[in-house]
């Protein structure tokens, strides 16, 4: 997800390349990618969702990427969600907008 907006090689060695010494970027995003998607399945409060953001943020800062280009993978969540989810019942429906909410909430911050 935040790989595809890098360059196809850049993209491919933040996939491939593992370890936190031969792909620091990768683990960086990695991880916080994995601990803000926990925090939205889970429901987290705002504040808990805070750090692993920065953290992404601040990679992608140092990077020529615009304010806005640093946080697009998180409005890029929506859509990944939403491929996945190609028929929902009115009930998943509902609970499925209140996702988005919460990946709106978190691209504000």
Same mark, same amino acid.
């Given at each position: 997800?935040?790989?595809?907006?890098?360059?196809? #090689? &850049?993209?491919?060695? =933040? %996939?491939?390349?593992?370890?936190? !010494?031969? %792909?620091?970027?990768? &683990?960086?995003?990695? @991880?916080?990618?994995?601990? /803000? !998607?926990?925090?939205? $399945?889970?429901?987290?409060?705002? @504040?808990?969702?805070?750090?692993?953001?920065?953290?992404?943020?601040?990679?992608?800062? /140092?990077?020529?990427?615009?304010?806005?280009?640093?946080?697009?993978?998180? +409005?890029? =969540?929506?859509? +990944?969600?939403?491929?996945?989810?190609? #028929?929902?019942? #009115?009930? %998943? !429906?509902?609970?499925?907008?209140?996702? #988005?909410?919460? $990946?709106?909430? =978190?691209? =504000?911050?």
């Amino acid at each position: 997800m935040a790989a595809g907006s890098y360059p196809p #090689e &850049t993209s491919k060695f =933040l %996939n491939e390349n593992k370890g936190r !010494f031969a %792909n620091p970027v990768g &683990t960086i995003m990695g @991880e916080g990618l994995e601990d /803000l !998607f926990a925090g939205l $399945i889970e429901g987290a409060e705002d @504040e808990k969702m805070h750090v692993p953001l920065e953290n992404i943020i601040k990679v992608r800062a /140092l990077q020529d990427f615009s304010a806005s280009g640093a946080v697009a993978f998180v +409005i890029g =969540l929506k859509g +990944i969600v939403r491929d996945e989810l190609q #028929e929902l019942s #009115e009930e %998943n !429906f509902a609970a499925h907008l209140r996702f #988005e909410d919460r $990946i709106d909430r =978190l691209a =504000l911050q």
